[in-house]
């Protein structure tokens, strides 16, 4: 009875253990899409040649920016790096 317990329990950990990686990967990865999208907006402002198009993709730019600020700060301590 005792072993099974054991077992479960360390089933329970090994589970805990590969949530807790998927987690902190996720963070990474949600602050690097949002780089990516204020990266591609960034590129599409120095591209455009029309006031109209430009002050769009710079609105944008700041937007994704300012969810991957937000990000960093809410994973701040939670991950080993984001960024």
Not at 4 to 33: F, G, P, Q, Y
Not at 63 to 83: P, T
Request: contains cysteine.
């Amino acid at each position: 009875v005792y072993r099974i317990n054991w077992l479960k329990a360390r089933a329970r950990r090994d589970r805990w253990k590969e949530e807790v990686s998927l987690v902190r990967h996720e963070m990474l990865w949600t602050c690097l899409w949002f780089e990516h999208h204020k990266n591609m907006w960034e590129k599409r402002a120095l591209q455009s040649s029309e006031p109209g198009k430009e002050a769009y993709a710079k609105k944008q730019m700041g937007l994704w920016s300012d969810f991957a600020k937000k990000a960093r700060l809410m994973f701040l301590g939670k991950q080993v790096d984001c960024a």
